[in-house]
């Protein structure tokens, strides 16, 4: 066990609703990371908050969007949602500056499926 | 951008054979490497990684691997795999000078090893 804990583990949405994942870090933590792992393929980075502040964006439209609250436990919120968004979704802890040498602690991640 | 490059997709290997999984990364900086595994079911697990010092580093389960600078490759090796190695593995690389603990994950390698 990591100490990262994702909920809920699995969801169903349609096409065009709205979703929410919550993520709770691992104590002492202060970075949390989203990742979007689609079938087949590694996680691919979505965006890292570090103190409450984003910290990084990946190639991911503005509907992803996210919030890190003082706790330091996290939400990725996606909008309009749509089929290809489909995947497992990963959240990652860690405990950092910036740019400094940690090591990430995964979460079991919420596996989303959009109809 | 950094990029990550696994090109073995799927490994097939009896118990106690030799294993070399092959990762190599486009960037000209500064990195930290790391593999990580992914059991059925289970979350991401950190085998090894590479800061800084010796390139050759050992990890979890009688894992190691090289680094080689000049090669931009991060190779995983184990000398005798077991049943319970049947995983996916993931390579990884944060780039340092971007500010923040962003992993560029490989597609991944799916290994099985036959009994």
């Known amino acids: 066990e990591t100490g990262v804990t994702q909920s809920p583990t699995h969801l169903i949405k349609t096409r065009g609703q709205q979703v929410t994942l919550r993520c709770s870090s691992q104590s002492g933590h202060n970075t949390v990371s989203w990742y979007q792992q689609a079938l087949g393929q590694g996680p691919q980075f979505i965006f890292q908050?570090?103190?409450?502040?984003?910290?990084g964006r990946g190639n991911f439209p503005p509907r992803f969007s996210g919030l890190q609250f003082p706790n330091y436990s996290s939400e990725l919120n996606v909008n309009a949602l749509e089929l290809d968004d489909s995947a497992l979704y990963l959240c990652a802890s860690s405990l950092a500056g910036t740019g400094s040498n940690t090591e990430a602690f995964f979460g079991q991640g919420t596996r989303l499926t959009v109809v | 951008a950094q990029s990550v490059s696994q090109h073995n997709h799927h490994v097939i290997l009896s118990e106690a054979a030799s294993l070399e999984l092959g990762c190599n990364y486009s960037y000209g900086g500064t990195v930290n490497l790391f593999w990580y595994v992914q059991y059925p079911g289970q979350h991401l697990q950190l085998l090894l990684k590479?800061?800084?010092?010796?390139?050759l580093v050992k990890g979890i389960k009688g894992f190691e691997a090289e680094f080689i600078k000049s090669k931009f490759s991060f190779n995983l090796r184990k000398p005798s795999v077991q049943w319970s190695d049947t995983a996916e593995y993931f390579c990884a690389v944060n780039a340092l000078n971007f500010g923040n603990e962003k992993l560029t994950f490989g597609t991944g390698t799916r290994l099985t090893i036959i009994p």
């Open positions: 590479y800061f800084s010092g010796d390139p």
């Open positions: 908050y570090y103190r409450e502040e984003e910290n």
